[in-house]
């Protein structure tokens, strides 16, 4: 098995430390760093998570990867995020046709497309991907119109579906999945339920359920034993802290 991943990527750094006290001369708690985690994010989270499941991956992001950072700082007791900072998040890039033209897609056994909404996918490039192979999945954070109809399937957060399903035509509301945190994912009038865990950290988790949901999918072409497992992946991950691969 062979997947291509295309999107943005980012580097993830969690902070964990210790607030004790305030600063004396201004309202704030004092941060002493304890341990600090680092690992890549976003499109190359999807990647690692696939290549973990056992299959060959490809990857096309953009080449500012490694200047993009989302910093966390977290209380190391209860893993609560005291603040977040986000550099060269304006540095993307955009990903361009000729680019595209270059990528061999025949040699995939399907895409999975991680949209962050960042500048690097145009949605007129979206539109010519989702015709270049007969498996392409696309988890999106940008409204959904005619430019998603021809992906196979279309993964929403609960969040994201609300701000988009005034647009959905019924061509695109059989293609929808729903991830819905500890109520599992829906997808048309099936839902499919998660087991109660603690969840100490839901970071990355949308791209690990991206992630075996393609992956199971070519396996069983069967998108409710896709979802299950994608369920059961997303369920493993929420259990730790910071951005983890299955």
């Known amino acids: 098995m062979k997947i291509l991943v295309i999107g943005e990527t980012c580097k993830d750094i969690f902070h964990y430390g210790d607030c004790s006290r305030l600063c004396p001369d201004a309202p704030v708690p004092v941060f002493k760093l304890i341990s600090t985690k680092e690992n890549w994010g976003m499109a190359r989270n999807v990647e690692s998570n696939i290549h973990s499941l056992g299959s060959e ?15 966390r700082y977290m209380d190391n007791r209860t893993n ?10 304006d540095e993307y890039g955009m990903l361009t046709e000729e680019e595209m033209e270059k990528v061999d897609f ?6 999975a497309v991680s949209d962050y909404n960042k500048g690097f996918l145009s949605e007129e490039i979206l539109k010519k991907i989702s015709l270049l192979h007969d498996i392409v999945l696309i988890d999106t954070k940008r409204v ?7 992906f196979l399937f279309i993964k929403l957060n609960s969040k994201e579906h609300e701000s988009t399903k005034h647009t959905l035509t019924e061509k695109l509301i059989n293609k929808v999945i729903v991830t819905k945190g500890p109520q599992g994912a ?29 992956f199971k999918y070519v396996e069983s072409r069967d998108i409710g034993t896709a979802i299950r497992f994608a369920n ?8 730790r802290r ?5």
């Open 106 to 111: 025949s040699q995939y056994d399907a895409v």
């Open 57 to 71: 991956v490809g990857l096309i992001t953009n080449r500012s990867a490694a200047t993009i950072t989302k910093i």
């Open 80 to 89: 609560h995020m005291f603040l977040r900072v986000d550099e060269n998040d």
């Open 186 to 214: 829906q997808h048309g009038e099936s839902l499919y339920p998660v087991p109660a865990v603690e969840v100490k950290d839901t970071s990355g988790a949308g791209d690990t359920f991206m992630a075996a949901l393609c």
């Open 242 to 246: 910071g951005v983890n691969i299955i």
């Open 232 to 239: 059961e992946c997303a369920t493993r991950v929420v259990q």
């Open 144 to 150: 959904v119109g005619e430019w998603a109809e021809d």
